[in-house]
């Protein structure tokens, strides 16, 4: 119940950057992390973690190789999620912008990432904030990755299909409010 408290309040100072007065649910989780190949994947980045609900399932699948980095800009989650994953291997947290993500990567010797999973609300940031945030995924994304984003409507379709090939989207009805799971690769 704290948790949920905690959310509601940092939507409250910042509707715009949390986007949902609620968390995520376990089916969206479960949906949103389904087509990662955590026996292959090597480095996998989360956009917006929030309180970690993506970060939970990803973590209890990923193996002893891969590497995990969380970029949150809130400061309220950020210490929520360095409490919560203290004692993780191979798990890296970032209280920054996500447009800076090709540093973020630089910082611990990388410069691509397999799977990139978000939950950043693009209908409700600025238009050109959310083509340079694309811009910079695209740009790390291996050829064969794939960026995983949920959003509550469809409205935004256009600007995923500006920058990727291959785009897929699913409902999830189990979720308040239900949310589509939108998956994009390069081909």
Known sequence: MKKRINFFKNFIKDPLKIGSITPSSRYLAERMI???????SNIIIEYGPGEGV????????MSDQSIFILIELNEDFYRLLKETFKNHKNVYIFNDNVCNVKSILNSIGKSSADYIVSGIPFSSIPKKTANKILYVT???LTDKGLFITFQYSKLNKKLFNDRFLNISIDKVWKNLPPANVIKCRHN
């Open 34 to 40: 389904s087509d990662i190949n955590f026996s292959s």
């Open 54 to 61: 993506f970060s939970k399932k990803i973590i209890e699948r």
């Open 138 to 140: 695209q740009e790390i």
